[in-house]
Structures are given as C-alpha cells and as structure tokens.
C-alpha cells in the first residue's frame, strides 16, 4: 500500500539553528501539507502546496518556514532559525484531488526537539 | 470559523465496553468529517470519514453518523478491545483541503 514517508523520525537540534525536514508524498497525489502538534495539543495546519506553490498557510507558518518540492518527489519543510516552542511532531500529508472531500494520508511524523 | 470540538479525555473503558466519543463541529458550508486515530508512536491513520450528511462511516467495529441537524459525528463501538487503545481525533475538512482537527480523546482499554 502506498505510504507517506517521513525522515529523520527524531531530530534534535539547537536554538537557532537551521532543520529541514523531509517528505515523499504518495506519488499521484497532487496536494501536500504540513500539519504539527505540539505534545498533549491538537494536531494544527501549517501549510498546503499545489502546484508548486503554497495555496493556503496558517498564522503559525512566518516567515522563519518555508516549503519546497526540489525534485518532484520530495516535500521540505525548513525552518530557518528554530525556537524552543518549535518543538513538536510534525506530519507530512498529501490527497489525490482538488475537490475538497478527498483523505489525506498522514506521514509517521518528525519528532523535533529544539534545545 | 470552521472548528471540532470533541469530548476531553483520558477516557478508560474495560475490554468488551461500549464506547462513545463525542464530536460536534462548527462549519459555514459542507464539510466531509474524519475520524482519526493515532497508535502510541505512530502517526495519525483515517479510521473512516462521511462526505455528507447522513452518511455513516464504518471500520474495524467502529461507526460515526455524519448529523447534520446536530452538527455532530460521534464515534462509536460496541465492544472495544485493548487493542483499540489509541487517541482518537475528529476532523473536518473543508475547503482547500484543510483539515480542522480537534484536541483529541485518549482511550485507554483495561483487559
């Protein structure tokens, strides 16, 4: 069965110091997203990309992220100088179509500690 | 704006329970609502949806009818399992396919 997979499962990083964290969406799917959740919280919408481009972002996503599909495959989310509140599970989801009702399928998640 | 509100945990239940999560949504149009679960160290897995109202998602013994006179979707089984001891989360999606997820409800399962 076709997965979302997502790398490093745990990453621990510094303050202030650059992550980038990686995704291969399912590869049909023409919509993917960044969701995270911050341990005992809601899981909470970053960002989605369609197109190559960003369709719709949350309040949470300023300017220290930013996403990018560098080779059609892969989906990055990076964030420039991390804070310690950036600690949190991250997932990568995508979904087929464009017409609002379709599942997205979920990554395992990226687990960053910012220390 | 668009939201999910579901019943807070922990919720404990013994092997064989019925089981009920709440969930209610606040939406302007008409969303598809989800039901997510999420199995210690694992990411979040569709455990089933309902596009429209009326609609009933089922899957693995659970069931949630999408109300819309109620602006609900409870999640229900009839006997659960220890197995099924996971966080489940309600979800609505709506429009640019962005989820709206709720806080989430711990089940835990005793044998």
């Known amino acids: 069965e076709p997965e979302v997979t997502q790398t490093p499962s745990h990453q621990v990083t510094q303050m202030g110091q650059e992550v980038i964290l990686r995704c291969v969406p399912i590869?049909?799917?023409?919509?993917f997203y960044w969701y995270r959740q911050i341990l005992g919280q809601k899981v909470e919408f970053l960002v989605s990309?369609?197109?190559?481009?960003?369709?719709?972002k949350s309040e949470i996503f300023d300017d220290q992220f930013s996403v990018e599909r560098p080779d059609g495959s892969n989906f990055t989310l990076k964030i420039r100088s991390t804070k310690l509140e950036d600690s949190a599970m991250y997932f990568c989801?995508?979904?087929?179509?464009?017409?609002?009702?379709?599942?997205?399928?979920f990554g395992q998640g990226t687990r960053l500690t910012v220390v | 704006g668009d939201s999910v509100t579901q019943m807070e945990g922990p919720v404990t239940l013994s092997e064989e329970a019925f089981l009920t999560i709440n969930c209610t949504y606040t939406a302007t149009g008409y969303p598809s609502l989800f039901w997510y679960v999420q199995y210690p160290g694992e990411g979040l897995q569709l455990l089933l949806k309902a596009t429209k109202a009326d609609d009933k998602g089922s899957n693995k013994g659970f069931e949630a009818t999408y109300r819309k006179e109620t602006t609900s979707f409870h999640l229900e089984k009839g006997s659960v399992q220890v197995s099924d001891s996971a966080v489940y989360f309600c979800?609505?999606?709506?429009?640019?396919?962005?989820?709206?997820f709720g806080s989430g409800t711990k089940l835990n399962v005793k044998p």
């Open positions: 979800a609505l999606l709506y429009n640019f396919n962005k989820f709206y």
């Open positions: 590869s049909n799917h023409l919509y």
């Open positions: 989801a995508s979904s087929e179509g464009d017409r609002g009702n379709t599942e997205a399928f």
């Open positions: 990309f369609y197109n190559n481009e960003i369709s719709e």
